[in-house]
């Protein structure tokens, strides 16, 4: 039974572009996510507009993905991602021009927040079916592995990076080191070199797309029992990020620099989790992989709620970002091998939807919500009580279980 190994992808000039680019470009994301966190926090500190500005950002995804995945199965997505890189970049140097000037109000990073999510709701579907162009069928495990690596070794570095930044520049130039960043990826994109595009005759309207997507989803066991998974584990386990700010203030009394070393902390865990997910390959069934990380990552949300310690999160932070980057890049490349290439920029529109609409609209307005009313602890911990429920109920079910089997199925079939 072969390994798999993380770094195969990269021999492909394509994804090398791509993967350096995009990861260089994440450092800068994550710097503009934690200072606009924190600076949401320093200009309300309120709880409840913190989540606020997340749901702002994923709002437009809640409601343009499905369409936007019909338009990125009939478009070149190669081109439709540097597009899209490219008004990320405006968009970002606008906002570093308005903390810069001292204009910036909670308003503005709401505006600009939706701006970003409307952008997203084209791209990430888009940037996540192309990669398969990029590498090939075979690689696209590895690819999807290599990319959470990626993720989170910006998840590391960033924050640490806007940390310093801030302290040495102010917080409006983590916007603008962002704006900048995007300079590397559009350059490998620009560079990447793949054959004609040649579209694809349809017929039917965006309409008839959208629910013919659906219907695959509705209409595979498989396909809906992981989309069940990582509804309920982006709804309640994600907006735990959301609420960082107030947990790093209010119940740590940390800075700046001590939120983005929690936020480091995931992002080691998370890069830790790829790799190791990577690295064990189909040596362990995949469900079981996928199951045993749902449960670490519920039951570590319900201990962090109870951390008060700087040292403690720090650790638990680690574990967390673990059992949850398994979790999510797991239940993904399963969803990848399901899904016909017909169908991909749906599908994974319909995940984005989820995993950064559905997550950031409800999971981090609702969480926002409830830290407001009972404090962040009853957020958190809650949400993760009501994950743990969810898993020792789903991992038993017929449907599930489907999934393990198709997904032999079908890598048998190839």
Avoid at 5 to 13: I, S, Y
Avoid at 77 to 99: D, E, G, N, P
């Amino acid at each position: 039974m072969a390994t798999l190994n993380p770094f195969r992808a990269l021999r492909h000039r394509n994804f090398l572009l791509f993967w350096s680019g995009q990861t260089l470009s994440l450092i800068g994301t994550w710097m503009q996510s934690m200072a606009e966190g924190w600076l949401a926090f320093a200009l309300t500190r309120n709880a409840f507009l913190v989540g606020l500005v997340a749901a702002a950002q994923s709002l437009p995804i809640l409601v343009l993905s499905l369409y936007a995945g019909v338009l990125v199965d009939r478009a070149n997505k190669l081109r439709l991602v540097t597009i899209c890189q490219t008004m990320f970049a405006i968009q970002s140097t606008a906002l570093w021009t308005l903390a810069w000037t001292n204009h910036i109000t909670i308003h503005w990073l709401v505006a600009m927040a939706t701006i970003n999510g409307m952008i997203s709701s084209i791209e990430i579907p888009a940037r996540q079916s192309l990669v398969i162009e990029l590498v090939g069928r075979d690689e696209l495990p590895g690819a999807i592995a290599l990319n959470s690596s990626g993720f989170n070794l910006a998840r590391i570095v960033g924050p640490a990076a806007a940390a310093i930044v801030i302290a040495k520049l102010g917080i409006a130039w983590c916007f603008g080191v962002n704006a900048i960043s995007y300079i590397a990826v559009l350059i490998g994109l620009l560079l990447i070199q793949l054959p004609a595009w040649v579209p694809s005759p349809h017929r039917a309207s965006p309409i008839e797309g959208i629910v013919e997507g659906v219907r695959f989803m509705r209409g595979t066991p498989a396909v809906a029992s992981l989309i069940g998974v990582v509804t309920v584990y982006s709804i309640f386990g994600v907006p735990y990020l959301t609420l960082m700010p107030v947990v790093a203030g209010e119940r740590l009394s940390l800075g700046a620099s001590g939120y983005g070393a929690l936020l480091a902390c995931v992002g080691v865990g998370g890069l830790a989790g790829a790799l190791t997910l990577a690295a064990i390959g189909d040596r362990l069934p995949r469900l079981l992989v996928l199951s045993r990380a749902s449960y670490a990552f519920s039951a570590l949300l319900i201990a962090f709620a109870f951390v008060r310690v700087p040292w403690h999160a720090y650790i638990v932070l680690l574990l967390i970002g673990f059992s949850m980057i398994i979790n999510s890049a797991q239940a993904n490349a399963m969803l990848q091998h399901l899904v016909p290439d017909e169908l991909r920029g749906r599908i994974m529109a319909a995940y984005s939807f989820i995993v950064v609409g559905l997550s950031q609209v409800a999971g981090s307005f609702v969480a926002g919500a409830v830290a407001r009313a009972f404090g962040v602890a009853w957020a958190i911990g809650g949400g993760g009580a009501l994950m743990l429920c969810y898993a020792l109920w789903a991992f038993r079910q017929t449907d599930v279980r489907t999934a393990q089997e198709s997904d032999r199925s079908v890598l048998v079939s190839r």
